[in-house]
């Protein structure tokens, strides 16, 4: 039998067991509950009642394509062609179409079954009796008048403002347009304005005009409000950072150049650009400068010193310097102790030059590798010995 200290055990190992899968389960089943609550919600989504008919007379359109290849079993081959055509109007086809109606819809099922209670007798008629007419301006329009022809807006289906070829001057879009709702006013595209959409909007001027098109383009960045052609000659007035010239109209001004440092700090610098100039700090070498990195300091700051046109850290260049120092220093003990060993014998001290020669064409180059990959740094000639 076990000893009680490992009943314990296997009592805690299948408790933790037991809890980690409940964790896991609930995760899943929050999953599974917030799809399933997503589905509800979409499906007692509640549409507009002409997307309601819409969204009706696009499933069943796909209940028509999918039951388009059916027909009646049974019977022989040579009355497959007249079992089809029967089988095309028959009630059996509407049964089986209308058997999966409404349920491929994302949004509104219950909307949708239920309207399909209500246009019952409609449906039928329609399959029956007007299958050459248009299911959706059958039902939608005519049969449940929740709908309007394209172009039309409102309980009595009005045309739309400008109908028909030049609705809202094709400029923007009719309020209720194609529903039984709206009042028919245009909505305008951006750059249009007025109740017909044929004036161009503040910021806007007229690109093109004819007795049926009115074309607005906007206008040049530099403009403040209105202007009357493209480009900044068209402008009526310029944005700040503008000035307005005689011959090219809003023209940037060069606030960098307008006093000694620009607009900006002592120790910034300034860089114009299209309508505004922005201002950077100076490289922290710099006592003051007219460009970016330590090249263009008008002095150094402190801790730093001018070599070469450029200001560089004094505590970087002796430490630098130092290690020059040494590198050469090496270099030059090494030669010498070789020079000694020659007195005494020519074949060793052969053998050590050589290593010593080698040794330096290496640790050179590979010191003027790094140094390019490093930017530019002490020049190596510049070492005294
Ligand atoms: C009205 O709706 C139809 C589609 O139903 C669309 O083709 C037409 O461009 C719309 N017209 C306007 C002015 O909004």
């Not at 999953?31 to 499933?59: M, N, R, W, Y």
Request: aromatic share 8%; glycine share 8%; net charge negative.
């Amino acid at each position: 039998m076990l000893n009680s200290k490992a009943q314990i055990l296997i009592v805690t190992c299948f408790l933790s067991l037991f809890t980690s899968a409940e964790v896991d389960i609930e995760k899943v089943s929050q999953k599974v509950t917030d799809k399933f609550v997503e589905k509800q919600i979409s499906k007692s989504t509640v549409l507009p009642p002409c997307q309601a008919c819409k969204a009706l007379v696009g499933s069943f359109s796909k209940g028509m394509e999918r039951t388009a290849r059916n027909k009646f079993d049974g019977g022989d081959a040579a009355w497959e062609e007249e079992k089809m055509k029967s089988y095309r109007n028959s009630e059996v086809r509407l049964v089986e179409i209308q058997e999966k109606l409404c349920t491929d819809l994302d949004k509104g099922e219950d909307q949708c079954h239920k309207l399909v209670e209500d246009a019952e007798q409609y449906i039928e008629d329609w399959w029956f009796n007007k299958q050459d007419t248009d299911l959706y301006e059958f039902l939608c329009i005519e049969s449940l008048k929740r709908c309007c022809p394209s172009d039309h807006y409102g309980p009595e289906c009005k045309p739309c403002p400008g109908y028909p070829d030049r609705v809202c001057s094709n400029n923007g879009r009719c309020k209720g347009n194609g529903t039984r709702k709206g009042n028919g006013a245009c909505a305008c595209d951006s750059g249009y304005t007025g109740s017909m959409c044929d004036s161009c909007a503040d910021g806007y001027y007229q690109a093109y005009k004819d007795e049926k098109v009115v074309l607005c383009s906007s206008c040049h960045v530099s403009c403040q409000g209105a202007c009357t052609q493209a480009g900044s000659k068209g402008c009526l007035a310029c944005k700040v950072g503008y000035r307005m010239d005689a011959e090219h109209g809003c023209m940037d001004i060069n606030e960098c150049a307008i006093e000694d440092h620009g607009p900006c700090g002592s120790n910034q610098f300034c860089v114009n650009n299209d309508g505004s100039y922005s201002c950077l700090d100076c490289d922290r070498a710099c006592n003051g400068c007219d460009g970016d990195g330590p090249d263009n300091c008008f002095s150094c700051a402190k801790g730093y010193f001018m070599n070469e046109q450029m200001c560089v850290d004094e505590a970087q260049y002796s430490r630098d310097r130092h290690v020059v120092f040494a590198r050469y220093a090496v270099y030059g003990g090494l030669t010498i102790a070789t020079c000694i060993i020659f007195q005494n014998s020519q074949k060793v001290a052969f053998g050590i030059g050589l290593a010593v020669a080698l040794y330096i064409a290496a640790s050179e180059h590979y010191i003027s590798q790094s140094n390019q990959n490093a930017g530019p740094k002490l020049p190596m000639g510049d070492a005294s010995m």
